[in-house]
């Protein structure tokens, strides 16, 4: 039996990485592959969301309202749960995800958070077999948000922010080892599509349906 393929989108807010992964998964599974779109249930980050809904008007308000250590590390128990529950026990399939734990670490440096405990608990993490990270300007990010119709854009999502983040990712990759092919934000899944086959059909012929 063989492990599963992690395949991974990484970027900033507006890259489309929800998109990629959604639509890869579908295309490999359309072309005969054991292939799935895989994410966290985001249990804990809910109960945040929905607390500052409450106390708030806001899901999305928890910075400033909520030190960025305690929704980071939310997020980070979901993505705990995430690999107890299928990334440590999926296998003989394909599974593509819209981020990974590399995105955590560049939320977390965001919302100044400690991310020195997250970093030690990577090495847990199984690794993606296969990591993109999408290139796009901020203000390219921006003005596809802008024009998102579900959920509208909010405050953390601004020009500003997303220009925060873009740097944070940057000291993401210099603290470590994040074995990652970067790619165009204009690439088409289509485009994806062919390089993921070309640079990796041998290992993709062994999760064919």
């Known amino acids: 039996m063989v492990e599963a393929i992690i395949i991974s989108f990484s970027g900033i807010d507006g890259s489309r990485k929800t998109t990629y992964a959604q639509k890869i998964a579908t295309a490999l599974y359309d072309r005969g592959y054991k292939s799935e779109y895989c994410k966290p249930d985001y249990v804990v980050n809910g109960i945040i969301k929905k607390y500052c809904e409450n106390q708030f008007g806001d899901p999305f308000s928890y910075i400033p309202n909520i030190n960025g250590n305690v929704y980071i590390y939310g997020i980070l128990i979901d993505w705990l749960d995430t690999f107890n529950k299928k990334l440590q026990n999926h296998s003989d399939k394909i599974l593509v995800l819209d981020r990974y734990v590399y995105d955590i670490l560049a939320q977390g440096l965001h919302y100044n958070a400690d991310i020195e405990p ?80 070309s640079e990796f059909n041998d290992l993709l012929s062994n999760y064919e349906r």
């Open 118 to 197: 997250m970093i030690k608990l990577i090495p847990h993490f199984s690794q993606p077999t296969i990591s993109y990270f999408i290139d796009i300007e901020p203000i390219e990010a921006y003005q596809r948000l802008k024009e998102r119709l579900s959920p509208p854009i909010h405050h953390l999502e601004s020009l500003d922010n997303l220009q925060i983040l873009n740097k944070c990712y940057s000291e993401v990759f210099s603290r470590i080892n994040w074995n990652r092919t970067h790619i165009s934000a204009g690439m088409s899944i289509e485009e994806i599509l062919t390089l993921l086959i």
